[in-house]
């Protein structure tokens, strides 16, 4: 997908440090994505989310552990994304968990899940209508309930990066409990024109 923005992975024809960086301070320390979200990508995504296709989540896992190999992340633990307890309940499952646990059984990380919540529930991101709506969307939405992230680099595991603002609430709430960095990984990001 390259050229990237060196710090948030989203598309920049120079390859140099993007516009929205430049003029925000951000807690998350990089963000990577190997996919676009469009064509196969966002089918799999789809089935894996809303289609109950977990059995795909180890073949997806595996296409992140084959561009961490050739794009190493700084890491001693990965943690997902977490849900906000209603939405677990109507899915079952959360996605980026499973991606989280096969991912780190490929590359022989551990895996923290008990730490990171998400305690303030909104609407779904994808149906945020800008950027400044979903940045309100996670102000305050995720807390981190333990110290078992202190000390240690995280690699935040999600489905589909937008806009990072989800990834930048999280990476808030890890380093409040002394995480040293927090670099985000998502399967797909969405291309913002």
């Given at each position: 997908?390259?050229?990237?923005?060196?710090?948030?992975?989203?598309?920049?024809?120079?390859?140099?440090?993007?516009?929205?960086?430049?003029?925000?301070?951000?807690?998350?320390?990089?963000?990577?994505?190997?996919?676009?979200?469009?064509?196969?990508?966002?089918?799999?995504?789809?089935?894996?989310?809303?289609?109950?296709?977990?059995?795909?989540?180890?073949?997806?896992?595996?296409?992140?552990?084959?561009?961490?190999?050739?794009?190493?992340?700084?890491?001693?633990?990965?943690?997902?994304?977490?849900?906000?307890?209603?939405?677990?309940?109507?899915?079952?499952?959360?996605?980026?968990?499973?991606?989280?646990?096969?991912?780190?059984?490929?590359?022989?990380?551990?895996?923290?899940?008990?730490?990171?919540?998400?305690?303030?529930?909104?609407?779904?991101?994808?149906?945020?209508?800008?950027?400044?709506?979903?940045?309100?969307?996670?102000?305050?939405?995720?807390?981190?309930?333990?110290?078992?992230?202190?000390?240690?680099?995280?690699?935040?595991?999600?489905?589909?990066?937008?806009?990072g603002a989800t990834l930048e609430s999280c990476a808030q709430a890890l380093k409040s409990k002394g995480a040293i960095?927090?670099?985000?990984?998502?399967?797909?990001?969405?291309?913002?024109?």
């Amino acid at each position: 997908m390259p050229p990237i923005c060196p710090k948030c992975g989203s598309h920049q024809a120079s390859g140099i440090l993007c516009s929205n960086c430049r003029a925000t301070q951000t807690e998350i320390d990089g963000i990577r994505s190997p996919f676009r979200f469009d064509g196969v990508t966002r089918q799999a995504i789809h089935q894996l989310k809303y289609s109950n296709l977990k059995a795909i989540s180890p073949c997806l896992a595996e296409l992140l552990a084959n561009y961490l190999e050739s794009n190493p992340l700084p890491g001693e633990v990965l943690v997902p994304v977490p849900l906000h307890p209603k939405r677990l309940r109507e899915r079952g499952y959360n996605q980026s968990k499973l991606l989280a646990w096969e991912l780190g059984k490929l590359i022989n990380v551990p895996v923290i899940e008990d730490c990171l919540i998400r305690v303030k529930e909104a609407k779904p991101q994808v149906k945020a209508a800008n950027l400044e709506e979903r940045q309100r969307n996670v102000i305050d939405a995720f807390s981190c309930r333990n110290a078992r992230v202190s000390g240690k680099q995280v690699i935040l595991i999600d489905d589909v990066c937008t806009s990072g603002a989800t990834l930048e609430s999280c990476a808030q709430a890890l380093k409040s409990k002394g995480a040293i960095s927090v670099w985000g990984l998502t399967l797909a990001r969405e291309i913002q024109e």
